[in-house]
């Protein structure tokens, strides 16, 4: 089992950046693929980004050119730059995680969550 606890959120004005966090234990993340995804008030949760375990990222749309996802096995941690937030950004944003040695996309870990909120 790997724990996920996510750190970094908080209030910005549009057009602002944040950088959230992702913290793991228990286990390695090394040999899964990790991602973000986010669900604002009222909505379902969606996709922000994946990285996979060689590095392979995919984006929604909706972030592409704004946000930057990366990942550090040596610190066993996952991030996620945010760079030019707009008040649609807003949202509880999750940290996932694969199952360890999988080659699958399917995210099986979540953290619980941290809010952003980007005023206009």
């Known amino acids: 089992q790997v724990q996920l606890v996510e750190s970094g959120g908080g209030l910005v004005q549009a057009g602002g950046s944040l950088r959230l966090s992702c913290a793991a234990s228990?286990?390695?993340?090394?040999?899964?693929?990790m991602g973000w995804y986010r669900q604002a008030p009222g909505k379902q949760r969606e996709l922000v980004a994946t990285i996979t375990r060689t590095s392979t990222i995919n984006y929604a749309d909706a972030v592409r050119g704004r946000f930057t996802i990366s990942r550090d096995n040596a610190e066993n941690a996952v991030y996620l730059q945010m760079n030019s937030l707009k008040p649609e950004d807003t949202a509880v944003y999750y940290c996932?995680?694969?199952?360890?040695?999988?080659?699958?996309?399917?995210?099986?870990?979540w953290g619980k969550g941290t809010l952003v909120t980007v005023s206009s």
């Open positions: 996932a995680a694969g199952s360890a040695g999988s080659w699958s996309d399917q995210l099986y870990y």
């Open positions: 228990g286990s390695t993340i090394n040999t899964r693929i």
